[in-house]
Structure formats: structure tokens, C-alpha cells
């Protein structure tokens, strides 16, 4: 990552825009975009994993809490941002070549950083984790983009009569594709040793596939299968690509009005058909199920309305203004900030009695575990966290320094 004025700004941040053009990008997609980074901090550092509250746990398997609702909240905006970020990018002159390229680049140092975060600090290379948070957003990153190219060009070989809604038609076609491949496959693809139509940890087919690819390169915490694994990779894609679609409508030129209207009608149909469906594909992030997308799409299209009506229809945005410190700087604090906990849970020193004790276990003990139930004590201690990280990121900010990849 490198350190960039605001002029350079990265593509997954936002400038100022005129909500009812097409042009620039939006103040409110930097807001969510932070909002939903301060809640990863959150829900990744409490102070003792075996005190949480429950909306800050992921699901044990099926169904779903407010945390499960993060990372796809994130994917979904970076396929927005790229909607944005890649006409500013066109219109200052980039070819779609030099775009490919620069798309394929960030994904290799996205991946990188997602591989290092995994093996800090002693990089065990015979069984390191290979897929992470980073490595999937990298993957569905590559992935969306080159459909949201390709899409261009079909829509360029096209008669100026069609040309206007055919990249919407190919990018939902394909995200169509992605949901219903995925469930057909999940369901009637027989699993050797397992059976056919398995959704259970050990015996459905996206568990088997990573047991089969990446060997013991896997969670730690599950070991014989990756929440971020090879095949449920295919349908956080389309998680990408239907924030795509929310971007192009943002983009249009319809008044702003009717593009917060039209984004929150079509999230309530998406969450109440995930809802319905659930029963017969349960919504699952661990599977990343179809079901799990249509449900997340439509609470992110949701959320994306409120905020967009909020802060760029109403103006209100004094409110918002730490989420923004968070939003510029995305990668770059989820990053640190994983990096700094990991640190601070490895390493620690010898105190007086000459015992060992961890960075982190003696700050929690020491300041929070006294002075609250186990519960409230670790949430004190992830909010400390969240706000720890917002102090160390808003001279940058105002300095209009950014680090991008």
C-alpha cells in the first residue's frame, strides 16, 4: 500500500457528486463503506471470545445475525464503487486494456495481503490458510470486474436501441447464472463417501472440493472445510455483481429521489424472497448459499438507499463524519487493524513473578475484565478498538492521506 494525496484517491473511496447525475462518485457509499469496516473491527476483536452477545457471533451454520451481514454488505459495495471508479477511470483517458491490468494488479496484492495475514508471524507455508476475507474480495474483485468489462463490449456491438440496458441484462444474467448453477450443484451433484443434496459442514460439496484442492491449506478453526472456500466463492461473485447493478442505477440519470425509492423497493423484494426461499435453500454464510445473496443483496440495497437518501439527498453528513475517516481508508484500517491484533495476541513479556503474559490478555485484564460482567466487559473492549483505530486514522484523513492498494 502506498500513501496517496486526495486527488489520487483509491477507487474503493468517494468524492463529492451531484446525486442526480452520472458523474463522480458518492459520499454516501464512503459512509456505509466505513460504517460496515468500524463493524468488522467490531465483531473480529472482543476482548474475550467466550463472552460475546449474540448479535455479535456469527451463526452457528444456518440462518443468520446482524454480523453475518458484514462481509456481504462489503462485497456488495465493492461491486457499486466499481461502477463509479471505472467510468472516472474511462474518462480520464485509461483504455479498458490498461483497466484489466490495473484490475488484475490489485487483486494480486490484495491477495498477497490477505496471505500474509494469514501466516503472520511465523508464515508455516506447509499448512497455511490460503483463502481469507482479503483473498475472496480480491477473487470476486477479478471476477466482477472482467464481467462489468465484458459487459461493455457487448453493449458496443450492440444497435443504439438495445446498447442502453444491456450491460444491466448480461450482468444479471450472469449473476443468475452464478445462483442457480450454484444451488443445482450444491443439490444434485453426489458428493463421494457423502451422498447427493448434503448442506452439513462435513458433507456438502464446496466442503469436499476444498478438502480435495487446498488439502490442509484450510480454516484453522474447521479444518476440513473454508467459510471462504473455492466453490462458495461462485456466488459471493454475484454478490459483487449485483452491487454492480445498484451502481449503474445510481449512475443514471434518474432523479435522486426515484434512485433511493427504486434501491429500497428492490431490497425489500430481494430480502422477503430470501426469507421465503430459505426454507427449501437455507440461507447459510458459511455455504455463502443463493439464498444467503438474495437476502444480503436486498439488506445492502436497503441500507445503500437510506444512506444515499440520508447524506447525499438530505445533506446530512456531520453524523457520518468518523464513518468517513473509515471509508477513505477501508483496506488500508482493516488491515492494520487485523494485523495490530494479531501482534498484540502473539507476542507479550515476562512480569514480575516471571510469568508470561500476552499483550492482549494483560490490557483486557487489566483494564476491562475488572470493571464489568464478562459480556459487557468484551464488548467494552471491541468498542475501545473500533475507537482506537478511528483516532489513529483521523490525522490522515484530515491530511487528505490516503493508503490505497
Known sequence: MAA?????????????AVPGSGAGRLISLDVLRGATIAAMILVNNPGDWDHIYWPLEHAAWNGWTPTDLIFPLFLFIVGVAMTFSFAARLDRGMSRGRLGRHIFTRVVILFAIGLFLNGFPNFPWHTIRIMGVLQRIAVCYLAAGFLYLASWRVESRLHSRTRANSNWIFIAA??????VGYWAVLKFVPVPGYGIGRLDPQGNLGAYLDRKIMGNHLWSESVTWDPEGFLSTFPAIATAL????AGEWLRSARTGLR???GLAAAGAVLLVAGL???PFFPINKNLWTSTFVIF????AMLCLAACYWLVDLKGYRRWAAPFLVFGRNAIAVYF?????AEITTTFGFKDSDGDYQIWHDWFYDTLFSPHASPKNASLAFAMFYVLLWLLLMWPLDRKRIYLRV
Open 174 to 179: 450472469a449473476a443468475i447464472v452464478l445462483l
Open 259 to 261: 434512485k433511493a425509492a
Open 296 to 299: 444480503t443483496a436486498g439488506f
Open 4 to 16: 496517496v494525496g486526495s486527488a489520487a484517491a483509491p477507487e474503493l473511496h468517494a468524492v463529492d
Open 276 to 278: 421465503l426461499l430459505h
Open 336 to 340: 492494520l487493524s487485523e494485523l495490530f
Open 242 to 245: 449485483l452491487g454492480i447493478l
